[in-house]
């Protein structure tokens, strides 16, 4: 039997169909690469282009410039609101309108800046990231029309691909406009095209600074070499010294976790490395699932190490060694006392007692959903009405900073993470795409949920 609302529901986004495609299309002609300049005309345009797409399904939708820190002119921003029922819920809808540059064009099959629907995948810049998010929020706006019972709220970022750097002043400028009981961000995916995904977790990070120093200055490899060991061993000493004998972290201090709300379904190594582009004979390293391995579980990776180059070197031990260690941590450990605890275990672990001294650079706090939530629980059984299956809920080794920050500035709002991506989406790469199925189904997702809400 199909539930009458489902059906009431698919058959209005069937008829808005056109538009939403065309909203699609539109957006990716815009080539609103915030890259060339956040405060460019064509940021601009981009953002009243979404304002005016808001106000056909009935947003009082208007563009509004944030300022940075320092005073200077920031993203164009489009804020908007729909308020039915002050006692009512308010949810408030997020995407971004910015999309990744473009760096080479001759590698994308098609013109990256025109959209073009092959085998029920609309391709296209930001078809996927984050265009399908604003078609999303639109379509289900458009099929709630006057059913709508929860009070909308709608902001759409301007600059999220640059790091959105006057995300918080804006919100703290604007706080009421952003008050609100739930915040959908449809700026991640799911597991396919045919099976939806809820995005539980997102890992934090905290970057540090190690300097390894052995000797006052560089001496000649022949004359010392044996006993005195280089820098740049020592500095590798360090660094495998946090790791057990299977690739694994052993740093005590530094917390992992389990999939949130329970493993659903493990990645499939295989895919995992093809998707990487590992070499054959490479072991993935750790234990437990790899989705564990992947998203809840800390990683370290050493993004940049300061060393003599190869070409012209010479027979000199190097005196002292600068790296970067960028560690993602887990969804719900705070990244100050993971790095601490690093920091801690790099200065208690100097090989042969060389001076080790730790830097602290940048955080950023993870974020876990609530899986038992009434809410978590609404929007999987909207998906699992809209896509005929059981939602398959995942998690991110990225971090998607502002989320935290959203959590932090709004204690009282709940936060739910989907999008219109899927493994096919190539968000971020060339031949980026949406899958059509998807995207309607999304659609109907979001639609049935705020249905749902305002019940
Ligand atoms: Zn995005």
């Not at 004359?223 to 280089?230: A, E, R, S, V, Y």
């Not at 990683?299 to 180059?309: M, R, T, V």
Request: one cysteine or more; charged letters at 25%; hydrophobic letters at 35%.
């Amino acid at each position: 039997m199909t539930d009458p609302r489902l059906e009431e529901i698919g058959r209005r986004v069937g008829s808005d169909w056109t538009r939403i495609t065309d909203l699609l299309r539109d957006k990716i002609a815009l080539g609103s690469v915030s890259a060339k300049g956040i405060t460019g005309d064509h940021m601009r345009r981009s953002a009243e282009f979404v304002a005016e797409e808001l106000i056909r399904v009935g947003i009082e939708a208007e563009v509004v410039q944030s300022t940075n820190r320092d005073g200077t002119p920031g993203a164009y921003e489009v804020v908007g609101s729909r308020i039915v029922d002050p006692e009512a819920p308010t949810v408030l809808l997020y995407a971004h309108h910015d999309v990744q540059p473009v760096p080479d064009p001759t590698v994308w099959d098609t013109d990256p800046f025109v959209g073009v629907e092959r085998d029920d995948r609309l391709y296209g810049r930001g078809s996927a990231d984050d265009g399908g998010g604003i078609a999303i929020h639109s379509g289900a706006l458009h099929a709630l029309g006057d059913d709508l019972k929860v009070n909308i709220r709608v902001f759409i970022e301007g600059e999220e691909e640059m790091g959105s750097p006057s995300f918080i002043p804006f919100i703290e400028a604007h706080r009421e406009e952003f008050d609100s009981d739930l915040i959908i961000v449809a700026d991640s995916g799911n597991w396919s095209d045919r099976i939806p995904s809820l995005t539980t977790s997102l890992r934090g990070n905290s970057d540090l600074d190690v300097t390894v120093k052995v000797l006052e200055h560089p001496v000649h490899s022949g004359q010392f070499g044996g006993p005195i060991l280089d820098s740049n061993t020592l500095a590798a000493m360090l660094i495998a010294s946090m790791y057990n004998d299977q690739g694994e972290l052993e740093v005590p201090g530094l917390e992992g976790g389990q999939p949130i709300g329970g493993l659903q379904r493990d990645l499939d190594p295989d895919q995992v490395r093809s998707d990487a582009g590992v070499v054959a004979s490479y072991r993935l390293a750790g234990t437990g699932s790899l989705a564990s391995r992947l998203w809840t579980k800390p990683s370290a990776s050493i993004i940049g190490f300061d060393a003599h180059p190869v070409e012209g070197s010479f027979n000199v031990l190097a005196d002292s060694t600068r790296f970067r260690i960028s560690l993602r941590t887990a969804p719900t450990q705070r990244p100050e006392e993971a790095q601490k605890a690093l920091a801690d275990f790099l200065r208690s672990h100097a090989p042969l007692g060389a001076q080790v001294e730790v830097s602290y650079g940048e955080n950023g706090m993870g974020w876990a959903m609530d899986p038992d939530s009434r809410v978590v629980r609404d929007a999987e059984e909207s998906m699992r009405q809209a896509f005929g299956c059981d939602p398959v809920n995942k998690g991110e080794g990225g971090s998607i900073p502002f989320i935290p920050e959203l959590k932090r500035l709004f204690p009282r709002a709940q936060v739910l993470v989907t999008g219109p991506e899927d493994p096919q989406a190539n968000a971020h790469s060339p031949n980026e795409s949406i899958s059509l199925y998807g995207l309607e189904r999304n659609v109907i997702a979001e639609a049935l949920l705020l249905d749902r809400l305002g019940a």
